[in-house]
């Protein structure tokens, strides 16, 4: 009895690998290599034919064994550091972060962090995905900071870049990768911006025992005294909750102690709608009796009458130089520390008018 041949088919089973994707495509193995490395010099076209291709065979890459090639997590981390909640500040920095790490194809992990100063670095219970080595390819830090911190950054060896505005303690910015945006600079935009509204009662209100209300008190004196005119800051000794608490505070003071007064630069937003604020109480019409001006441009600020007239920090930008200033160390390591700094803008809106024009 003859038997009849039987043919055998065979299925693979399994992944599809990148010659599976090459084929499909009809691309080389090694376009579709650089394709999943994010290498600039594939055309659009191209990357499109790959994806679809993958998307087809049901392709998903093994993002560890890519990253123990490469020796990179393709992760990055942002710290917030000593605050409550993510202010609106902060989240568009962290927005500005997030946005530079999805066009360079990276990951982002957040975190916040409280901690003291006056900790020794080698005690400072930081994250685990700090200290595990391998977990982070390096680390962006915002919020308030000290530098215990960031020598126990350094102590570990990841690349870090800091948000320079809010570091604190002395010589804050020496060996310290930083991004801060020019609040000097603003400062002393915002006091011409007065003067030449011919107001020469301008009074500064902010503690200057912290150093970003400080650095606006410098630029803020600067121009007043370059045009002969006496600085004055009103500043409340008591303790207080808020910016905005501390505002009002220095708005009774100024009331009270009956000071001359034609306009004033608060230290940030909060601060000038807390003057806003007691000057509504009290009958002092803004900007008829007293001009103000604000510092930061929060969006807040559109719920509030009159508009505010501020210094707009650009907060996303912040966001992306910090991270295009890691991105940098970590293709240049040994990078000399540095402060980049961000410029600011002068918004005019309601809050402020010329002096004796009103």
């Not at 087809?56 to 909640?85: C, D, H, K, V």
């Not at 350094?154 to 930083?178: D, Q, T, W, Y």
Request: hydrophobic share 40%; proline share 6%; net charge positive.
């Amino acid at each position: 009895m003859d038997l009849m041949p039987v043919t055998k088919v065979f299925r693979t089973t399994g992944q599809p690998n990148i010659r599976d994707i090459a084929r499909a495509a009809g691309v080389s193995v090694s376009t579709v290599s650089r394709v999943l490395n994010h290498h600039p010099d594939t055309s659009a076209e191209t990357r499109e034919k790959v994806m679809r291709a993958m998307k087809a065979l049901r392709y998903r890459p093994n993002g560890r064994a890519r990253q123990l090639a490469r020796n990179t997590s393709e992760t990055i981390g942002l710290m917030l550091n000593n605050r409550e909640i993510i202010n609106s500040f902060h989240a568009h920095i962290l927005m500005g972060v997030e946005k530079y790490a999805r066009s360079v194809a990276r990951n982002l992990v957040f975190m916040k962090f409280d901690y003291t100063g006056d900790v020794p670095p080698e005690e400072l219970a930081l994250p685990s995905v700090i200290w595990e080595r391998g977990s982070l390819d390096g680390l962006i830090v915002t919020g308030t900071n000290y530098l215990n911190f960031v020598q126990a950054i350094k102590e570990l060896e990841i690349p870090c870049v800091v948000f320079g505005n809010n570091l604190i303690g002395a010589s804050p910015r020496h060996g310290v990768h930083a991004v801060a945006y020019d609040s000097e600079a603003g400062a002393r935009e915002a006091t011409k911006y007065l003067i030449e509204l011919r107001h020469r009662k301008v009074w500064f209100v902010g503690d200057t025992t912290l150093p970003w209300y400080s650095r606006c008190y410098q630029g803020y004196q600067s121009v007043m005294r370059r045009r002969g005119l006496v600085p004055l800051a009103v500043e409340e000794g008591k303790p207080y909750t808020s910016s905005f608490d501390y505002g009002v505070a220095c708005a009774h003071q100024l009331i009270e102690q009956g000071l001359p007064l034609s306009a004033l630069i608060a230290g940030d937003d909060e601060i000038a709608l807390g003057l806003l604020s007691a000057f509504s109480q009290r009958g002092v019409r803004v900007p008829d009796d007293v001009s103000v001006v604000g510092f930061d441009d929060l969006e807040e600020l559109r719920f509030f009458r009159p508009a505010l007239t501020t210094v707009r920090v650009p907060k996303q930008r912040l966001g992306q130089e910090m991270a295009h200033f890691l991105y940098e160390l970590l293709d240049k390591p040994n990078l000399p520390p540095t402060t980049r700094m961000v410029p600011t803008e002068l918004v005019v809106r309601e809050s402020s008018a010329e002096f004796g024009k009103r």
